[in-house]
Nanobody, 113 residues
């Protein structure tokens, strides 16, 4: 059974930082493309960042230079370091595995102005 368990969300002031973690079980993160989506209230879910098996990373323009996705093969986990947070980053953040598609349960990130 595949599980993706996110943690690290919370409430932070604008300009602050958070680090999201996604602990995987049932898959090996180094052998899969994974990433982070987010969904703000009233908006569609959008891809924030992804990392391929080869370690190539991609980001949506809105977070480039502020967010960093990384992977720890020993811990079978991926992370999203979020710096210089803005109120518009407020959303539920989901960890996902590309193929097959698996989703985590989500973690709330709230950035106050």
């Amino acid at each position: 059974q595949v599980q993706l368990v996110e943690s690290g969300g919370g409430l932070v002031q604008a300009g602050g930082s958070l680090r999201l973690s996604c602990q995987a079980s049932g898959i090996i993160v180094s052998r899969n493309a994974l990433g982070w989506y987010r969904q703000a209230p009233g908006k569609q879910r959008e891809l924030v960042a992804s990392i391929t098996t080869g370690g190539t990373t991609n980001y949506v323009d809105a977070v480039k230079g502020r967010f960093t996705i990384s992977r720890d093969n020993a811990k079978n986990s991926i992370y999203l370091q979020m710096n210089s947070l803005k109120p518009e980053d407020t959303a539920v953040y989901y960890c996902y595995n590309l193929s097959p598609t698996y989703w985590g349960q989500g973690t709330q990130v709230t950035v106050s102005s």
